[in-house]
């Protein structure tokens, strides 16, 4: 298991699309004891939902309000939902007792960056960041890693994602959304800092491992 998440962590698969916001992702994060992979940004708060009780559906931690149809859980159900690599603590599945469904996730303030364990990514995953009412992007697992979004729960198809929003840009609102079994997450990571495109070049080449980097552009 720590193999696996030491390639998690040190993934080398770069990709570029054309899309509509200011917003630079990275694949890797940091392996922790018990918790499969975290945040490596300095600063960042990371809920980890081992403060909260399974089978939580409406829930607040770190003052970031939960909702939906998603719940915390930990383990595995068949065919339901499946503990992200090397994790053994408390996660967030989407949807819970159904396949399909949707957690929505409100922050206090506005923030400008995000970050998550995307346990097992499937095609039909998909976070939506919004500012207000406004969509500022969305991605499915398929954006991040591409053909092999396929449920794998070994490298690529788990890993640490991270969203850096740039030029100005930020979210306030996620939603969480899968229309088949599951959506897992745990870690979610959130801070203000927005640091320059070459810093999160140099995160992603020394300090993790560069998994993936696309930039996000506005459109005219």
């Known amino acids: ?17 054309p899309a ?12 922790v004891a018990g918790g499969g992979l975290t945040s490596a940004v300095a600063g960042a708060t990371v809920n980890t939902f081992d ?7 409406n829930f607040s931690t ?13 383990g595995s159900a068949s065919g339901q939902y499946a503990a992200p690599p090397g994790d053994t603590s408390n996660y967030l599945t989407v949807a819970f007792g159904s396949p399909s469904g949707s957690t929505t996730i409100e922050f206090d303030r506005a923030y400008a960056y995000f970050g998550l364990y995307w346990g ?6 998909t976070i939506a960041f919004y500012l207000g009412d406004m969509l500022v992007e969305d991605f499915t697992a398929t954006d991040m890693i591409g053909s092999r979004a396929d449920g794998n729960q070994g490298p690529p198809g788990a890993a640490y994602v991270n969203y850096f929003f740039t030029d100005g840009e930020a979210y ?14 745990d870690n979610h990571a959130f801070g203000a800092a927005v640091p320059e495109p070459e810093t999160v070049l140099l995160l992603g080449a020394g300090l993790l491992g560069l998994g993936l980097l696309r930039r996000r552009l506005k459109r005219d």
């Not at 040190?10 to 570029?16: L, M, P, R, T």
């Not at 403060?51 to 559906?57: F, V, Y």
């Not at 097992?120 to 995953?125: A, E, I, P, Q, T």
């Open 51 to 57: 403060d909260i009780a399974t089978g939580s559906q």
């Open 172 to 185: 306030d609102r996620i939603i969480l959304t899968s229309t088949s079994y599951a959506f897992e997450s």
């Open 120 to 125: 097992s990514g499937d095609g039909y995953n």
């Open 62 to 74: 770190n003052g970031v309000q939960y909702s939906g149809t998603g719940a915390v859980v930990n």
């Open 1 to 17: 298991m720590r193999n696996i998440l030491t390639a998690l962590a040190a993934a080398a698969v770069f990709a570029a699309a």
């Open 20 to 31: 509509s916001a200011g917003i630079l992702t990275t694949v890797g994060g940091t392996a």
